[in-house]
């Protein structure tokens, strides 16, 4: 059974940072791609980052020099360094992880920035 977990979310102040980490089991890990996605209240599921299974990464522009999308393959682990978060990052973050024709889904970590 594949199971993607996501933990790190937590409430933030404006200007913090948080780092979310998705978990993977049941794939062959170092096979697939995986990213990050994120859904705020009544908007549509939005790409967030991506670092590919040869290690090339890609992060959306609105989160560019701001987040940082690494994965540890001995761990079958991705990580969402957030720096400098801002309110319009509130979000539902799901981890996401595609290859050999399948996409799977984390159930989503809850991340909100407020003062």
């Known amino acids: 059974q594949v199971q993607l977990v996501e933990s790190g979310g937590d409430l933030v102040q404006p200007g913090g940072s948080l780092r979310l980490s998705c978990e993977a089991s049941?794939?062959?890990?170092?096979?697939?791609?995986t990213g990050w996605y994120r859904q705020a209240p009544g908007k549509q599921r939005e790409f967030v980052a991506r670092?590919?299974?040869?290690?090339?990464?890609v992060v959306a522009d609105s989160v560019r020099g701001r987040f940082t999308i690494s994965r540890d393959n001995g761990k079958s682990t991705v990580a969402l360094q957030m720096n400098n978060l801002e309110p319009e990052d509130t979000a539902v973050y799901f981890c996401?992880?595609?290859?050999?024709?399948?996409?799977?889904w984390g159930k989503g970590t809850q991340v909100t920035v407020s003062s």
């Open positions: 996401r992880a595609d290859g050999n024709g399948y996409i799977y």
């Open positions: 049941g794939i062959h890990f170092i096979l697939y791609n």
């Open positions: 670092i590919g299974n040869d290690g090339m990464s």
